[in-house]
């Protein structure tokens, strides 16, 4: 699971750097706080990769999910961006327990039945 999800959050943060330009177009919105908010959610997405196996680290994540739609009220292409992302985010979370599960389920079965030694090994 950590590999899928941290591939995810390492897409986010492009996205997001590259969000940060388009709303630097923005004359309402100030290029200190656009690079704040934009910089603050890259670091977050950037720490998220080491923490996802953690309590709380895929909750985070779905927090995060949930903010990069909402970042559509300013940049409304985001809103497009963010579900995509989301659907890549549940998928990653999703396949990555079963991929979790399964390596599991071979370690005890190798456990179990460790491999013979070839003859010639030796």
Known sequence: MRTLCASTLIGEVFVIGFAGLVAMKDPDLSTGTVWTVSGIAM?????????????????????????????????????????????????????????????????????DHPAPVPPDAA
């Open 43 to 111: 670091a977050v997405c950037v720490l998220l990769c080491g923490m996802i196996t953690r309590p709380g680290g895929v909750q985070l994540g779905w927090a995060l999910q949930i903010a990069l739609i909402a970042s559509g009220f300013i940049v409304p292409s985001m809103f497009f961006l963010g579900a995509i992302f989301a659907a890549l985010w549940w998928a990653s979370v999703h396949y990555g327990r079963k991929i979790d599960e399964a390596k599991a389920r071979f370690a005890a079965q190798a456990a």
